[in-house]
């Protein structure tokens, strides 16, 4: 009889368990043969609002207000320059981890030159001033983040002839660019290395001013400090390699600055900086000093 009892109570179990809904997840659910990559979680994890210079693997959405001043020394004139900068950048999210970043900017010149003569009734001078609005710029890129260390970035970027007189090149230029970025994700997601390389070439424009034929470089070494300070190397596409006509003054092909900015996030969003540079190769004449003060507001 316990026999018995015992094979009707396991068949009466077997049974109920047949006729109940299964409450366990099945082997191999979507979850268990889709897990998240390492790729996918390392890139969540990678901030878009880094402290430090904008670069071109990292769109964002702001507001840029740039007041730069420079000089240049030729033998018999003095290029003072001063510019007011407004630009706005914005991102926008894509497919398979791409984003497309956009910027527009429009400057606004003040340019004094004031050329020196000798005579023999002595030395003399003559100053003549310009304001107007420079030559307006729009750009158009696509970045992707490959690991939690490496991404890159490429586009192009339009300059057009909106510049009254010679406060800017009277030429459209394009100039289409590279850059790789690598994060030092030891140090904090603040410091990481971003050499950028664009080429200038002027397509139309007037025809009496100067051909634009030139490589841009920005070797950007951005390093995040305490207290949301931050110290970058070459935040401008400073270093230039000259590839067209000469310039007065021109003796070789190179320009190559020391470049350097100091800066701090002074509320969340907002970034204040303080860039100098003074020329270490100056074959190529573009400046001989110059200074910038960048106020940045991300949204």
Not at 138 to 155: K, R
Request: glycine letters at 8%; hydrophobic letters at 35%; proline letters at 7%.
């Amino acid at each position: 009889m316990i026999s018995a009892f015992a094979f009707w109570s396991a068949s009466r179990e077997a049974a109920f368990c047949a006729a109940s809904p299964a409450t366990a997840e099945p082997q191999g659910s979507s979850s268990e043969q889709n897990p998240p990559s390492q790729y996918q979680s390392d890139v969540e994890q990678q901030p878009d609002d880094n402290i430090g210079h904008q670069d071109i693997t990292r769109p964002q959405n702001q507001l840029d207000v740039r007041l730069q001043y420079r000089t240049s020394w030729q033998p018999d004139t003095r290029t003072q320059r001063a510019r007011m900068l407004l630009r706005v950048t914005s991102k926008l999210k894509l497919d398979a981890g791409w984003r497309l970043g956009l910027l527009a900017e429009v400057p606004f010149v003040d340019k004094r030159t004031t050329t020196f003569e000798s005579s023999d009734s002595g030395n003399s001078s003559t100053s003549a001033n310009k304001f107007g609005i420079g030559d307006a710029a729009f750009q158009a890129y696509l970045a992707h983040d490959l690991d939690q260390n490496w991404a890159f970035g490429f586009g192009a970027r339009g300059v057009g002839p909106s510049a009254q007189d010679s406060l800017g090149s009277g030429k459209w230029q394009i100039m289409p660019g590279f850059g790789v970025r690598y994060s030092f994700a030891d140090l904090g997601p603040d410091t990481y290395f971003v050499p950028v390389i664009r080429y200038a070439l002027s397509v139309a424009g007037d025809p009496a001013r100067r051909n634009i034929r030139q490589a841009q470089i920005s070797p950007k070494l951005n390093i995040g400090l305490s207290d949301r300070w931050f110290i970058t190397l070459y935040p401008s596409y400073d270093v230039r390699i000259n590839d067209g006509p000469s310039v007065p003054g021109q003796t070789g092909p190179l320009f190559l600055p020391f470049d350097v900015a100091v800066g701090r996030e002074i509320v969340e969003g907002v970034q204040l900086s303080l860039e100098v540079s003074v020329p270490i190769i100056r074959d190529f004449p573009v400046y001989n000093f110059k200074t910038e003060l960048r106020l940045v507001a991300r949204f």
